[in-house]
């Protein structure tokens, strides 16, 4: 059972460059998300989608856009990547908006 | 708005100490609660949770009790390990809320030495 998977595990991107984090659940979760943690800070929402078909907006949407594929998988894409979206980037996906969420193992992204 | 605030860390104790790691949160409906954990590299992982005023989750020798009365959900734990090194994060989930429903707090990192 492999639960929440991320790809690729490690980037390094130079400004300006684009690329889309790939985020999958196996668990027929109805819920997803993407979420940033930098140093020393806690996790921000960056965009949910609560049920398949619909995606909204978190604390920190600007400069990402996502999309709900279908109910497995949920993708982050940085259209120009910027030194500020250094961070670690987390998947995480639940069975309703209320319920514990399961993470995914990261993706450590660099923007030089 | 709904928010959770836990203790600032870090939190350094030796081996076989006990642990406090406090929580208090807002909420405008009855939520849940949890305990997340982060081990170094990792993603957060549940350690335990509560679902209503008076419930007590436990799990791996840790436990938290849903006070209503002084809004709080304080992790403890008799005997810390070494292997409990980790940041743990308190959150809520409040199904009486618009929008997004799961609040975090910022995290309180612990430090535990031989």
């Known amino acids: 059972n492999a639960g929440v998977t991320q790809t690729p595990k490690f980037q390094v991107l130079k400004t300006g460059q684009s690329m889309t984090l790939q985020c999958a659940q196996d668990m027929n979760h109805n819920s997803m998300y993407w979420y940033r943690q930098d140093p020393g800070m806690g996790l921000r929402l960056i965009y949910y989608?609560?049920?398949?078909?619909?995606?909204d907006k978190g604390e920190v949407p600007n400069g990402y856009n996502v999309s709900r594929l279908n109910k497995r998988e949920f993708s982050l894409r940085l259209e120009s990547a910027a030194p500020s979206q250094t961070s670690v980037y987390f998947c995480?996906?639940?069975?309703?908006?209320?319920?514990?969420?399961?993470f995914g193992p990261g993706t450590r992204l660099t923007v030089l | 708005g709904d928010s959770v605030t836990q203790m600032e860390g870090p939190v350094t104790l030796s081996e076989e100490a006990f642990l406090t790691i406090n929580c208090t949160y807002t909420?405008?409906?009855?939520?849940?609660l949890f305990w997340y954990v982060q081990y170094p590299g990792e993603g957060l992982q549940l350690l335990l949770k509560?679902?209503?005023?008076?419930d007590k989750g436990s799990n791996k020798g840790f436990e938290a009790t849903y006070r209503k009365e002084t809004t709080s959900f304080h992790l403890e734990k008799g005997s810390v390990q070494v292997s409990d090194s980790a940041v743990y994060f308190c959150a809520l989930s409040d199904p009486g809320t618009g929008g997004f429903k799961t609040i975090f707090g910022a995290g309180t990192r612990l430090f535990v030495k031989a």
């Open positions: 995480a996906s639940s069975l309703q908006d209320t319920d514990t969420q399961y």
């Open positions: 909420a405008t409906g009855y939520p849940s």
């Open positions: 509560a679902t209503k005023a008076d």
């Open positions: 989608s609560a049920s398949e078909g619909t995606t």
